[in-house]
């Protein structure tokens, strides 16, 4: 290669090092990988919780209302809404807001 290539090569390589070093420093400071992990994680538990409540659907449907009363097995909205808390709990990504003046 001639020296002008040489050249234009350096200045391509040292230029997509830059940009890699940029982009770098903005995943370390935004941190996207853990917010990616608190998000899949609360995904699951979500997930879990809804197919918790899919059955006991199903299941409080073929029963009648007598057994339903009775039935000491299906959870009640106060612990539904405690599992629901927990699960967006463990996802504590924080967006930053907006400055408004």
């Known amino acids: 290669f001639s020296e002008n290539t040489n050249s234009i090569f350096s200045v391509i390589v040292g230029c997509l090092a830059v940009v890699g070093v ?13 917010r990616a992990a608190m998000h899949l994680s609360a995904s699951v538990d979500l997930k879990a919780l809804c197919d ?3 059955l006991l659907q199903t299941e409080a449907s073929q029963m009648s209302r007598d057994d339903r009363l009775k039935a000491e097995h299906v959870d009640t909205i106060a612990t539904i809404r405690s599992k629901y808390k927990q699960c967006m709990q463990g996802c504590k990504s924080e967006i930053p807001l907006r400055i408004d003046d």
């Not at 940029?22 to 853990?34: A, D, I, R, T, V």
């Open 22 to 34: 940029f982009f770098q420093s903005l995943s370390g400071s935004c941190k996207y990988g853990e």
């Open 52 to 54: 918790d409540l899919e």
